[in-house]
């Protein structure tokens, strides 16, 4: 059976994307499924942010860049989603032209709520069969994908890695997600394993 939803580079992707909006206006990939291009309203946001930059950048003497770069920025990215799609956020051009204003405004600390968080049970393949069976997901191949982040310096703190199953774990997974980052509130999931009783994380462990 053909997968028509693996991911593949198509016309029109862009590899390492960046958004020159402070707000991105286009969905990303993680090259598990291919993104959806981009909408002509998400299209509209990013015209209107470069158009408020443009605007108010020079009265700061500021480049675009560069205006987009600061609170401004932000504020001008959240004026231009009101405009698209009616007013949801409460800001004002004053806080484009004035930090301080924006900084008056912005309200309560933000909510995290992260959607997809994993981790390694501890009663997962205690013999390491699963090492030997074709596609099957390995304690260490797991292990090696932490490798891989901390190798390519995607998180600096990663460095202070042990290099074991212990940073996949249980405990090291509420110190990270809880105490060490601004998360509020998550959701695990597991990658598929021998189910249900022999998961990656089984179902009881996930409530």
Avoid at 60 to 84: E, K, P, Q, S, W
């Amino acid at each position: 059976m053909i997968n028509r939803s693996a991911f593949a580079i198509r016309p029109g992707m862009r590899k390492g994307f960046t958004s020159r909006s402070p707000i991105p206006t286009r969905i990303v990939s993680n090259e598990e499924f291919p993104p959806p291009p981009q909408t002509p309203a998400q299209a509209n946001v990013e015209h209107l942010t470069d158009l408020y930059a443009e605007r108010a950048g020079p009265k700061l003497g500021l480049t675009r860049r560069h205006f987009l770069n600061t609170t401004g920025g932000m504020a001008a990215a959240l004026l231009a989603l009101n405009d698209v799609f009616g007013k949801f956020f409460d800001v004002g051009e004053a806080e484009m032209f004035d930090a301080a204003a924006f900084v008056e405004r912005k309200g309560e600390p933000f909510f995290i709520f992260d959607v997809q968080t994993h981790y390694v049970s501890e009663s997962y393949d205690p013999t390491n069969a699963e090492a030997g069976r074709k596609g099957a997901v390995a304690k260490q191949g797991l292990l090696a994908l932490r490798k891989m982040a901390r190798r390519a310096g995607l998180n600096p703190k990663l460095a202070g890695d042990t290099g074991t199953m212990a940073d996949l774990s249980w405990q090291n997974f509420i110190k990270e997600v809880f105490l060490d980052s601004e998360t509020s509130l998550g959701l695990i999931s597991t990658p598929p394993g021998p189910y249900p009783q022999e998961a990656v994380v089984p179902p009881k462990q996930m409530t």
